[in-house]
DNA sequence: TAGTTACGTAAGTCGTGACTTACCGTGCTC
DNA sequence: GAGCACGGTAAGTCACGACTTACGTAACTA
């Protein structure tokens, strides 16, 4: 399975669609795609996607495929957005004392 | 200017990459293009993207344009993913807890 | 075993978006 | 004012991805 960054997957309006979906439990694709305005096997695709950025893991139960969310793709993202938002908040700082400094505000 | 999901920016490499350039303080747009593999017009249609889900604001400098971050871009996506972050958890806690009762591990 | 349910996958279509080059406007500089 | 840097915009190309329908497969059920 080819890795895929967690964040592009969720760049997609109808893969978030169905990660709201999944947050109060696991779900099957059938009763995801009952719910959106998509075909079943369209789903199906894109919690491929998801799987592959281990936004969800996917446990079969009978004939059916219960998907729900994984930590790990989330914690990702978590991760790389926290890092970046600390950055640019001490450039904000920053900035914001220069401007002061400058008494530009 | 209209609005755009700041989250669905965030989805393509290239304008992370770009956002990762003014991480440190404000840059110009040639400045930012002689860095990536992509011409001048491309970084300059990726700024208004940007710019157009206030992921970053512009500034007029002469004949330069000094682009920056945004926070009010930064602060919607941290806002979408902490929220939805604290309901899976709240998910992965039930969860974790039931299968206890369950002695499913 | 035959039928049904639930999914995944293949194949094909179609729109979109990420590029390119060419061009135009704007603001310094000599 | 002429030339130059800087950058936004127009127009066109091209690949990719988000869909669809059709089909194949695995697992319950009668």
Redesign the pocket.
């Known amino acids: 399975m080819t890795y895929r960054a967690p964040i592009e997957a969720l760049?997609?309006p109808?893969r978030r669609a169905i990660l709201e979906r999944l947050v109060a439990g696991p779900r099957?694709?059938?009763?995801i795609a009952s719910e959106l305005p998509?075909?079943?096997?369209?789903v199906?695709?894109?919690?491929?996607?998801l799987k592959e950025a281990n936004l969800v893991t996917?446990r079969?139960e009978?004939?059916?495929?219960l998907y729900r969310l994984d930590p790990n793709g989330l914690a990702e993202v978590r991760t790389y957005f926290d890092d970046f938002w600390a950055r640019a908040l001490a450039e904000f700082k920053q900035a914001a004392e220069h401007n002061e400094t400058k008494g530009e505000a």
Chains 1, 2 share one sequence.
């Not at 099957?28 to 009763?31: A, E, F, N, Q, T």
């Not at 998509?38 to 369209?42: D, F, G, I, L, M």
């Not at 199906?44 to 996607?49: A, I, M, P």
């Open positions: 760049g997609d109808m099957s694709v059938g009763d998509v075909s079943r096997p369209a199906s695709q894109h919690l491929r996607v996917e079969r009978g004939t059916r495929r």
